[in-house]
């Protein structure tokens, strides 16, 4: 696991309960060079807000699907409450 930088962070964008989209900021606790994993440090603040009901994941394919068991199984977030997609595969090439 390498230390990350205290300042790494991923911004999510998130539907709110109107439609619209409001964004969140997730620090980056740790990075795995040889898994090519990382971890995040994702707080809900307020679950009657939109960051309480609502999540959503895009990156590595691997990545992607090692955190939909955690929406589903974990948060007990619905289909209407996450949101999942894989853009990339590691070790293939895009083109």
């Not at 040889?34 to 990545?63: I, Q």
């Not at 068991?69 to 209407?80: A, I, M, N, Y």
Request: proline share 5%; with cysteine.
């Amino acid at each position: 696991m390498v230390e990350p930088f205290p300042t790494l962070w991923l911004r999510l964008w998130i539907p709110n309960r109107n439609g619209t989209l409001v964004q969140r900021g997730c620090t980056f606790a740790g990075i795995d060079r040889s898994d090519a994993t990382l971890t995040l440090d994702f707080v809900l603040h307020d679950v009657s807000g939109p960051a309480g009901v609502y999540a959503w994941a895009a990156g590595e394919k691997n990545l992607v699907k090692a955190l939909r068991p955690v929406f589903v199984e974990r948060l007990g977030l619905d289909r209407r409450q996450r949101f999942t997609r894989f853009y990339w595969i590691r070790g293939r090439a895009a083109g």
